[in-house]
């Protein structure tokens, strides 16, 4: 996993832009690498238990090149003015800092509470390089297998017996853990020219000029 493998190499203080403390996603916490006290969740949405609650373009100037290393995960295709909040990122930043950003792509729509854009890599790297940050390392997240599951599970969620259908589903994914990641390698490594375009997303190691 990504984000376990580069959250040791952030240094406190850390920012985490759109963060929460309770009702998160998935198994990864990184508080599973850090202390409390040196990780600064801001949020808007009050029912998260942030630090900060507050519009991310409205903190204050007093915390501009505070903060060492920063996460944006799957936050900016929730974000209207996500030029404005990547530009808010670089002042809140030190030079050097480590950012970890991620984005969806071939995902479904999933407001909390709106869900406006999908970015494509190179649309990203533009907006990065006019924002001061140079790109370390640029991760395609999944791969055909991938996308097609979650797409699958995000219907099931549909269903009205969903809780039932859930449950089963989690077995039956479970059973594939064994069977389906062989198969999707060489998939992948016949296509591999052709299929950069269907993945979960983006992961983005940054480097704050």
């Known amino acids: ?3 376990s ?9 850390i920012l985490d832009a759109g963060g929460k403390k309770v009702n998160k996603r998935g198994s990864f916490d990184l508080y599973d690498y850090f202390d409390t006290r040196d990780i600064t969740t801001v949020n808007i949405d009050i029912s998260t238990h ?3 609650a507050s519009d991310f373009l409205l903190l204050d100037s007093d915390l501009d090149n505070f ?3 920063a996460l944006c995960i799957e936050v900016l295709e929730h974000v209207q003015h996500y030029d404005k909040f990547i530009f808010k990122l670089s002042e809140l930043t030190a030079s050097s ?3 970890l950003i991620s984005v969806p792509w071939l995902v479904p729509i999933h407001s909390d509470p709106f869900d406006y854009w999908r970015f494509t890599p190179s649309a990203l790297t533009l907006l990065f390089n ?6 370390e390392s640029l991760y395609c997240m999944g791969n055909i297998f991938d996308v097609c599951l ?3 599970q995000f219907y099931l969620h549909t269903f009205k017996h969903r809780r039932y259908i859930l449950r089963f589903w989690a077995m039956f994914k479970s059973s594939l853990d064994t069977v389906l990641p062989p198969r999707a390698l060489k998939v992948d490594d016949i296509h591999s020219t052709n ?3 269907i993945s979960t997303g983006w992961f983005f190691v940054l480097r704050k000029k």
Do not use: A, G
């Open 1 to 3: 996993m990504l984000l």
């Open 5 to 13: 493998k580069y959250s040791p190499t952030l240094s406190p203080p």
């Open 50 to 52: 942030p630090d900060i």
């Open 67 to 69: 903060f060492k290393s």
């Open 97 to 99: 800092s480590r950012i």
């Open 130 to 135: 006019d924002s001061s940050f140079e790109i």
């Open 150 to 152: 979650d797409l699958l």
């Open 195 to 197: 299929n950069y375009f």
